[in-house]
């Protein structure tokens, strides 16, 4: 059983910071990319930020310079850092990973989702 668990959301003037983390926990014996997506009242999930196992990142263009994503592999930990928000950064925020159980069973998991609300 894979599980993960986010934390780091809660409600943020504009301007303001706040960081995310998904730590993934369970049996398995790799992670390969891990990601944050989000999904606003009434909008589609939409990716934010993702980030290979070499390191390699990926952010939407709505966060870029804004948003950082990190991870520490002896964790097996994502963070995402957010500065800067905006009232348009208001969304539920989901932990995304690819995870093998064994070396030819990769899977695609989901973490609950954190909410994180910018507003004065």
């Known amino acids: 059983q894979v599980q993960l668990v986010e934390s780091g959301g809660g409600l943020v003037q504009p301007g303001g910071s706040l960081k995310l983390s998904c730590v993934v926990y369970?049996?398995?014996?790799?992670?390969?990319?891990m990601g944050w997506y989000r999904q606003a009242p009434g909008k589609e999930r939409e990716l934010v930020a993702r980030i290979l196992s070499a390191g390699s990142t990926d952010y939407a263009d709505s966060v870029k310079g804004r948003f950082t994503i990190s991870r520490d592999h002896a964790r097996n930990t994502v963070y995402l850092q957010m500065n800067s928000l905006k009232s348009e950064d208001t969304a539920v925020y989901y932990c995304?990973?690819?995870?093998?159980?064994?070396?030819?069973?990769?899977?695609?998991?989901w973490g609950q989702g954190t909410q994180v609300t910018v507003s004065s």
């Open positions: 995304n990973t690819e995870v093998a159980r064994t070396w030819t069973d990769w899977n695609d998991y």
């Open positions: 369970g049996r398995f014996v790799g992670i390969n990319a």
